[in-house]
Structures are given as structure tokens and as C-alpha cells.
């Protein structure tokens, strides 16, 4: 979002064009001077762009092919982003692979810290086990991929890669709160979802 000249998003700006209805205050990023990312839909940057204090609304959505370094695998051989990630196999209990560069940048990770294999190492595009040079692997475990709830401001396995199946602790039950940030205090409660048993 770009505000005119000379303005700036203050807390008097958003309370005088009640922008907290189209955003989080908690979910601006500043750019420079009068530019800032926001997170919002489409119908309200539409509405948004409408105010007197907006110059223009650009949507930034990454390219397909565009590499993004900091994205799983975080390997050149995949030009993956947020908005195009994948394809992608999420590994399961004896899925076999065959070992190669590829292979390793996806799933190296997850077979040298997750799979209780004695001294793995991954060296010039092979993978090692106890001091042997494996061609192929086969999981001894169930994997997740886990996304966050907020698309374009969320860490999840996007960044970081596959959790591993005893590494998941809990499930949930029950929705304890829900908040709305696009609405004003009091009505910010989303009343219909609390203590709502998740099917």
C-alpha cells in the first residue's frame, strides 16, 4: 500500500479512516517513508484503495520460477516461493528413495536428524550410513507438513521442512479463542468458534 505524499500511517491516520477494518495494525511491514506491506483480501484492498490518503494498491504475489533462498529445501536445484512450492512428496513409514542430489536436498535433513540413524553424513551428492555409501533409503517414520494459518506471515514447513511424526505432541480438541483483527475492540471476539470442538 502506498499513501500519498507526505503521509504516513499514523495511529491518527488509522483511526480517522477506521483502517483496522482492513488490516492488522500487527501485520504492517513499513517499506520506506509512505509504503507498507500489508495482509488483507482482495475485496478489502479494493475497498481500501478507494480512501483519500492511498496512492495506489500493487498485490505482491511472488513469480512461478522465482527462487526464494530462504524456502525449503533452501537448494538451488529448486525454484520454489510461497506462492509455487511443489510438488512435493511428504515422506511416509517405508517409503523408499533412491539417493541422488535431488533426493538429498529434500530429504537429507530429515535422514540425518529424525531417523535414529548412527553416523549419517552427506557427502558430494551421497549419503552415508555407519561408514557405507547407501543408494537407496527407505523411512522409518511418517512425516507432516505443516502449514500455518496465515498464509504470507507464517513460518511453517514452507521454511523449514517436513516434522517428523514423534515430534508431534498434542492435537487439538478445541478452539479456545478467535479474534478478528479487522474488527474494532469489542467486537473483535469471534463468539461463534470459541470452545468449539475441532472435527
Do not use: C
Not at 58 to 86: A, C, M, Y
Not at 102 to 123: C, H, P, Q, S, T
Not at 148 to 168: A, I, Q
Amino acid at each position: 500500500m502506498q499513501l500519498r505524499p507526505g503521509t504516513q500511517l499514523t495511529e491518527r491516520l488509522r483511526k480517522n479512516y477506521d483502517l483496522d477494518t482492513y488490516f492488522s495494525p500487527s501485520e504492517v511491514e513499513t517499506i520506506q517513508d509512505n509504503e507498507y506491506q500489508i495482509y488483507t483480501t482482495p475485496a478489502k484492498a479494493k475497498k481500501l484503495s478507494t480512501l483519500e490518503p492511498v496512492a495506489a494498491i500493487t498485490r505482491l504475489v511472488s513469480k512461478k520460477g522465482e527462487r526464494k533462498p530462504s524456502i525449503f529445501p533452501q537448494s538451488p536445484d529448486f525454484d520454489w516461493n510461497e506462492d509455487h512450492f511443489g510438488p512435493l512428496v511428504i515422506p511416509f513409514e517405508g517409503m523408499k528413495i533412491r539417493i541422488n542430489e535431488k533426493n538429498l536436498a529434500l530429504y537429507g535433513k530429515a535422514i540425518r536428524r529424525f531417523e535414529w540413524n548412527d553416523e549419517v553424513r552427506i557427502e558430494e551428492g551421497k549419503l552415508w550410513i555407519e561408514g557405507k555409501p547407501v543408494a537407496e533409503y527407505t523411512f522409518k517414520q511418517d512425516y507432516y507438513f505443516m502449514m500455518g494459518d496465515n498464509r504470507h506471515n507464517s513460518l511453517d514447513s514452507r521454511f523449514w521442512g517436513f516434522v517428523p511424526e514423534d515430534h508431534v505432541v498434542g492435537e487439538a480438541l478445541v478452539t479456545w479463542l478467535s479474534l478478528d483483527y479487522n474488527r474494532s475492540f469489542f467486537s473483535r471476539i469471534r463468539w461463534n468458534r470459541v470452545f468449539k470442538a475441532i472435527r
